[in-house]
């Protein structure tokens, strides 16, 4: 072989093998786009319903039209939020049902990236004047959830994997993604974020409950009912259910070291 052909086979070894790795991270982040869909879907509807090939195809179409995958989840969360609003006596059984609210999130996503860069400085005390908190605040309290979740799932994967590591990596990823969302935004939305947040809470959460032993779980509830029993007979047995599942899941999250996400917990 002369120096010129093993140059020549190395170079094209090196572009094959480039193609390759391209290609498998391409197939990667296309199949994580319909399973994390799908994944919101199901878990919102709290129904395991596999979806439709007309759902699928839906997925594809938004996929076609690069509706980012937050925006996408962000309107799912939003369509099942309207829907428990005003429940109906039909369960929702199709993705379709979310369409117009995914596409509605995408339409506002776009417009609000329209000129972003644009006479930043001076639009900026107008954005903060709109806002809760500050920009910069609230970016900095999502890169300090990013960080966390990254350190806990280092932590979680010394002893191996289950669904809180799934859970910790996808929510990572997501969180990533919002936090390029708003710095970028030529007008961000605290709701709207506040909404995206609230998703990933949701995904953490079952898999918290997924990955607890019944002898943890026993422990908190002994806890919890220790710590609500001088108010137990002040409160109505809806509302006691509610507080008892809340300071259950609040222990949980300690005990795994879960970070809270939402805005209300910015400090």
Request: proline fraction near 3%; charged fraction near 25%; glycine fraction near 4%.
């Amino acid at each position: 072989m002369t120096p010129a052909q093993f140059a020549s086979g190395h170079v094209l070894g090196i572009f094959i093998l480039h193609f390759e790795s391209a290609l498998w991270f391409f197939t990667l982040n296309y199949f994580n786009y319909f399973t994390e869909i799908e994944d919101a879907f199901i878990r919102r509807r709290a129904k395991h319903l596999l979806l439709s090939p007309m759902d699928w195809a839906l997925i594809e179409s938004w996929k076609e039209m690069s509706v980012p995958l937050h925006v996408a989840l962000r309107g799912i969360e939003k369509a099942f939020a309207s829907w428990e609003a005003k429940p109906r006596k039909r369960s929702i059984k199709s993705l379709l049902y979310c369409q117009e609210e995914v596409e509605a999130q995408f339409a506002e996503w776009r417009e609000a990236r329209v000129g972003a860069g644009d006479d930043a400085s001076g639009a900026a005390a107008e954005i903060n004047e709109a806002l809760p908190f500050s920009r910069m605040a609230i970016l900095e309290h999502l890169q300090r959830g990013q960080l966390s979740l990254r350190e806990g799932l280092t932590e979680r994967l010394r002893s191996g994997t289950d669904d809180l590591t799934e859970a910790l990596e996808r929510a990572a990823a997501l969180l990533g993604d919002l936090v390029e969302d708003f710095a970028a935004a030529r007008q961000p939305d605290a709701q709207k974020l506040e909404l995206s947040l609230s998703g990933l809470e949701h995904m953490l959460s079952d898999a918290l409950r997924s990955v607890a032993s019944v002898a943890e779980v026993a422990a908190i509830d002994l806890e919890v009912k220790e710590q609500l029993q001088p108010y137990r007979k002040h409160m109505d047995e809806e509302s006691y259910r509610q507080t008892f599942a809340n300071l259950r899941l609040k222990r949980l999250r300690e005990q795994f070291r879960v970070p809270r996400l939402s805005l209300f917990y910015l400090s």
